[in-house]
């Protein structure tokens, strides 16, 4: 859904485990295979992950922990510009219920997929502390193509929604922001009735949402 949006502003290469039309197979936890596929990139956007927040160490470890120092290190050693790392804000889901997650607080998760969220953040920000690359890290929320609707999905879904248009509009801010000094963490919900995560960050790098959880 991200790539349909951005291909006409961009020349994509997308990568993805598996085999697809268009898609470059590459395994991203494999180093040389990363820095054969970011040759020449500006930008690289990671987006891979085990999402499943109920997920154990097994399936989290290759994903959500190996595969992002193996992007992170390659995408330094092919001089790329910019790096945005898909967090979550699972990655914040402890803090008191009600509470709006800014992004400036702190990881605080309340499972492990939030502290491998976590770890993916601390990373950005330790590559680009020693390196010339810039890294944004997503607190991505309720990824997906149906707006949910109160009462039929739990409150916090819709306070969190990120609608495919909205995601699409996030990371190309996110690339193309000249603001970002080193490493930034950004909030990245559609504008929805009640924010569960302020987006004064996303904002200021010219993130449009354009699309909300209202009830029609």
């Known amino acids: 859904m991200v790539r349909a949006a951005l291909a006409d502003r961009w020349d994509l290469v997308p990568i993805d485990l598996r085999d697809a039309p268009g898609v470059r197979q590459v395994d991203v936890t494999d180093g040389a295979a990363c820095r054969a596929a970011f040759a020449g990139a500006d930008a690289v956007v990671h987006l891979a992950a085990m999402p499943d927040p109920e997920a154990g160490w097994d399936d989290l470890l290759p994903a959500n922990l190996v595969a992002p120092y193996q992007v992170a290190a390659a995408a330094v050693d092919c001089g790329v510009r910019r790096l945005v790392l898909a967090s979550s804000l699972h990655a914040v889901s402890a803090y008191p219920e009600g509470r709006q997650r800014r992004a400036a607080d702190i990881p605080r998760p309340a499972n492990l997929y939030g502290a491998t969220k976590a ?28 707006r949910p609707r109160d009462g039929e999905r739990p409150p916090g879904e819709c306070a969190a929604w990120l609608s495919p248009r909205d995601a699409s509009d996030l990371i190309r801010a996110a690339v193309e922001s000249p603001d970002v ?20 960050e996303a904002l200021a790098l010219g993130y449009q949402p354009r699309d909300d959880a209202w009830d029609d």
């Not at 000094?181 to 929805?192: A, K, L, P, R, Y």
């Open 119 to 146: 770890w993916a953040e601390a990373l950005g920000a330790a590559i680009a502390a020693t390196s010339s690359m810039s890294v944004v890290a997503l607190r991505i929320g309720y990824f997906t193509d149906v």
């Open 181 to 200: 000094d080193g490493f930034i963490v950004v909030n990245g919900t559609s504008m929805n009735r009640y924010l569960v995560a302020d987006l004064t």
